[in-house]
């Protein structure tokens, strides 16, 4: 009887196994197929519209176009250095939810876009001297950005955003 007993106890505790184990199965293949069906139209327009979003963000954020948009004359340097930097926080911290509907690329360039430009604003206002003024640290700024290339930072960042957008029209 304990033979009997035991044996059937190993019996009923493989078929188990092997019904978890067919689950677990069907569970995974399921999730790869979901994951390689095309996205459907409303997944499609929210991930279309992130990027249109991060695109306008890559625009408002560029040097030229935030020194452009927040140019108050009489400012000092560090008053300026400050409006320029909290701009730029405030338009990233506006589209942060936009992460999720791009790729890890995507954002990793938005967001090293935002790095950079608020360290080439807190470099070259350190740079100046004590008395400077806004319109002085202006002037550096676009000088830096008309003669070096990795001023122009925005422009690649908004072309992958571009491309990315693309793929998926």
């Not at 327009?45 to 625009?59: G, H, I, K, N, S």
Request: proline share 3%; glycine share 2%.
């Amino acid at each position: 009887m304990d033979s009997t007993v035991m044996t059937l106890s190993i019996v009923i505790a493989l078929l188990i196994g092997c019904f978890l184990a067919y689950l677990f199965w069907q569970q995974r293949k399921a999730a790869k197929e979901d994951a390689s069906e095309p996205l459907d139209a409303s997944t499609r327009t929210l991930r279309l519209q992130a990027y249109e979003r991060l695109t306008l963000l890559v625009d408002r954020i560029a040097l030229p176009n935030l020194i452009s948009r927040t140019n108050i004359p009489g400012t000092t340097a560090r008053e300026m250095q400050v409006l320029l930097t909290q701009n730029i926080k405030e338009e990233y911290d506006y589209n942060i939810s936009q992460q999720i509907y791009v790729s890890v690329d995507a954002w990793n360039a938005v967001k090293n876009l935002k790095e950079q430009n608020m360290l080439v604003v807190n470099q070259f206002a350190s740079a100046l001297p004590p008395h400077a003024t806004g319109l002085d640290l202006n002037k550096v700024l676009l000088e830096y950005l008309m003669g070096d290339k990795k001023g122009q930072l925005h422009e690649v960042v908004s072309e992958v955003l571009s491309y990315e957008a693309k793929k998926l029209m």
